[in-house]
């Protein structure tokens, strides 16, 4: 019944920017925790950022600090990634995460997240 639905990948020129979005649908109490992650074929799923929104807490991995961030909602349950300064290492399928749970205050860059959507497609060339 719950369902994370992500949008906004789309083909794009490396140096420029996207928004995504999470939409959250058949819950109605509110998340803890909010994710993003990504993955290319044959690879693992890779943490990109988190988010206590109690708070706004986040985190960014590596290789997206200073370029990505992530914002979002505990009263809509939205979830929203800004990237800028887009790599062709950026390509890749993206998707929302959420949980009911948090470590203390902080959501921790892991992939033990209980709901996932289904994943939008972010490509860029260089």
């Known amino acids: 019944e719950v369902r994370l639905v992500e949008s906004g990948g789309e083909s794009v020129q490396g140096g420029g920017s996207l928004r995504l979005s999470c939409a959250t649908s058949g819950f109605n109490k509110h998340w803890k925790c909010m994710g993003w992650f990504r993955q290319v074929p044959g690879q693992e799923r890779q943490a990109v950022a988190t988010?206590?929104?109690?708070?706004?807490?986040?985190h960014y991995s590596d290789p997206v600090k200073g370029r990505f961030t992530i914002s979002g909602s505990d009263d809509t349950n939205i979830a929203y990634l800004q990237m800028n300064d887009l790599k062709p290492e950026d390509t890749a399928t993206y998707y929302c995460a959420a949980n009911t749970w948090a470590a203390d205050t902080t959501c921790v860059l892991t992939d033990d997240y209980t709901y996932w959507g289904q994943g939008t497609q972010v490509t860029v060339s260089s």
């Open positions: 988010i206590f929104l109690i708070g706004n807490i986040t």
